[in-house]
């Protein structure tokens, strides 16, 4: 009964480094969120992909951050040249059709020396 | 823009009482709404959700009520049990035809019960 697995959990990064966070979704589910969740902060949203296709990137920065969903394999949030404020839990969503609820993975706490 | 609003950073409640969170919201487009659980270290767990043509629904110990005319909704937990301690977010949906996608959330309430 694997839920939505995310990997590493914990990444450290020094500053001007790239930093690649993996989301396996449930077994089934073809929809990936990304949040980011910065202290003393709710989630907020910044991508919505399914397989090979972004469907919503409102929420990313519109520099260094990409994200992508390949056809076979995880899905993939990367950040190129972190800085101190990208320091955060950055959360995996799946859903297994686009209106349904979304089940969240454990996150990845990315820090920035 | 804070357009999910959780106003109480905290919550202390007696085993056995009525936890209540409450949840307000701007945005008149959205149309669904659900709660989440959380505890350190963890992702998020869903909980209940409600959709905007409904005014109650229920899961066991938890009822979430919506009052779309005040843009407010509140989790009802009862009785409360120290496992329910934890970070409770309130999240929303904009329906946009095609379906929804990313949830807005609220910053969460801590809920302490305490024995």
């Known amino acids: 009964n694997a839920g939505v697995m995310q990997n590493p959990r914990h990444l450290v990064r020094r500053r001007g480094q790239e930093a690649r966070l993996r989301c396996s979704p449930m077994?089934?589910?073809?929809?990936v969120y990304w949040y980011r969740q910065l202290p003393e902060e709710g989630l907020k949203f910044m991508v919505y992909?399914?397989?090979?296709?972004?469907?919503?990137e409102s929420g990313m920065p519109k520099e260094r951050f990409s994200a992508e969903f390949p056809k076979e394999g995880p899905s993939i949030l990367r950040i190129q040249q972190v800085v101190r404020g990208d320091s955060a839990a950055y959360f995996c969503?799946?859903?297994?059709?686009?209106?349904?609820?979304?089940?969240f993975g454990p996150g990845t706490r990315l820090t920035v020396l | 823009d804070q357009q999910v609003k959780q106003n109480s950073p905290s919550l202390s409640v007696q085993e056995g009482r009525i936890s209540i969170l409450n949840c307000d919201y701007t945005?008149?487009?959205?149309?669904?709404f659900l709660w989440y659980k959380k505890y350190p270290a963890e992702g998020p767990t869903f909980l209940i959700s409600?959709?905007?043509?409904?005014d109650k629904n229920e899961d066991g110990r938890f009822t979430v009520f919506l009052n779309k005319s005040a843009k407010h909704l509140s989790l009802h937990i009862v009785p409360s049990q120290p496992g329910d301690s934890a970070v409770y977010f309130c999240?929303?949906?904009?329906?946009?035809?095609?379906?929804?996608?990313?949830?807005?959330f609220g910053k969460g309430t801590h809920l302490i019960i305490q024995p």
């Open positions: 945005n008149s487009m959205f149309d669904y």
């Open positions: 999240a929303a949906r904009v329906y946009s035809g095609g379906g929804a996608d990313g949830l807005t």
């Open positions: 992909l399914q397989k090979e296709n972004i469907i919503d």
């Open positions: 077994k089934g589910h073809s929809h």
């Open positions: 409600i959709s905007s043509i409904k």
């Open positions: 969503a799946s859903s297994l059709r686009r209106d349904n609820e979304q089940f």
